[in-house]
T-cell receptor, first 115, second 112 residues
Framework: DGGITQSPKYLFRKEGQNVTLSCEQNLNHDAMYWYRQDPGQGLRLIYYSQIVNDFQKGDIAEGYSVSREKKESFPLTVTSAQKNPTAFYLC??????????????FGPGTRLTVL | AQRVTQPEKLLSVFKGAPVELKCNYSYSGSPELFWYVQYSRQRLQLLLRHISRESIKGFTADLNKGETSFHLKKPFAQEEDSAMYYCALSVAGGTSYGKLTFGQGTILTVHP
C-alpha cells in the first residue's frame, strides 16, 4: 500500500496533553479529510481541506485543529479540549472538486487512546 | 443537513444466500451515493457508486429517489464478503462539494 500514510499506528496520550496525528499522501490530490470512527457511529468528518492553506470544519471539529501548509500533508492535532478523544482516526484524500466519480482514498488509520 | 441511515448494525447470512444491506438517506437536492467497504485488516475502500451503475464483486445498488434509498444487494453471498459496509452521500456543488456523510455502518458476516 502506498498513497496515503498515517503515523503512528497506535498513540497513547495522557489527559490534558495535545497530540498530533500525521497524514501524508503522494497521490497529488488537492483535497484531504480527517474522520473519526467510533463503534456504532460510523465515520464522522472532523476537518477537510480542498486546497493548500485552506480548510473547513466538519461535523465534529470542536477540540481539534488542522493545518495545510503543503499539498502532501494534513496533520490533525487533538487538543486537551476534546472531551472524548479515544477513537480510531482516518485520513483520506481525493482529487479536487468532488463529484460522483471522485473517490476518496483512505489511510490505514491511527488508534488514539487517552490514559 | 444531509443524513445517511443504515438500520442494521449486524447482518448474518449463509454462503450462497442473497444479501441486502439497507441504506436510506435524507437530502433535499440531488445526492451522489456510494458504498465503501472495510475488510478485516484492510483500509476502507470504495466498493461502488450509483452514477456508474456498475456491478462490483457481484454487488449492485440502485438509487431509488422515491424511497430515498440506496440498498446494496448480492444474489449469492460469499465468505469473503464478510466486512464492514458503509453507505455514504456526497452533495453536489457549494462549499461542501466532495464532502462525504457516512452512515453508521453494517457488519456483514457470511457463514460457511
Amino acid at each position: 500500500d502506498g498513497g496515503i500514510t498515517q503515523s503512528p499506528k497506535y498513540l497513547f496520550r495522557k489527559e490534558g496533553q495535545n497530540v498530533t496525528l500525521s497524514c501524508e499522501q503522494n497521490l497529488n490530490h488537492d483535497a484531504m479529510y480527517w474522520y473519526r470512527q467510533d463503534p456504532g457511529q460510523g465515520l464522522r468528518l472532523i476537518y477537510y481541506s480542498q486546497i493548500v492553506n485552506d480548510f473547513q470544519k466538519g461535523d465534529i471539529a470542536e477540540g481539534y485543529s488542522v493545518s495545510r501548509e503543503k499539498k502532501e500533508s494534513f496533520p490533525l492535532t487533538v487538543t486537551s479540549a476534546q472531551k472524548n478523544p479515544t477513537a480510531f482516526y482516518l485520513c483520506a484524500s481525493s482529487s479536487r472538486g468532488g463529484g460522483p466519480l471522485n473517490e476518496q482514498f483512505f489511510g490505514p488509520g491511527t488508534r488514539l487512546t487517552v490514559l | 443537513a444531509q443524513r445517511v441511515t443504515q438500520p442494521e448494525k449486524l447482518l448474518s447470512v449463509f454462503k450462497g444466500a442473497p444479501v441486502e444491506l439497507k441504506c436510506n438517506y435524507s437530502y433535499s437536492g440531488s445526492p451522489e451515493l456510494f458504498w465503501y467497504v472495510q475488510y478485516s485488516r484492510q483500509r476502507l475502500q470504495l466498493l461502488l457508486r450509483h452514477i456508474s451503475r456498475e456491478s462490483i464483486k457481484g454487488f449492485t445498488a440502485d438509487l431509488n429517489k422515491g424511497e430515498t434509498s440506496f440498498h446494496l444487494k448480492k444474489p449469492f453471498a460469499q465468505e469473503e464478503d464478510s466486512a464492514m459496509y458503509y453507505c455514504a452521500l456526497s452533495v453536489a456543488g457549494g462549499t461542501s462539494y466532495g464532502k462525504l456523510t457516512f452512515g453508521q455502518g453494517t457488519i456483514l458476516t457470511v457463514h460457511p
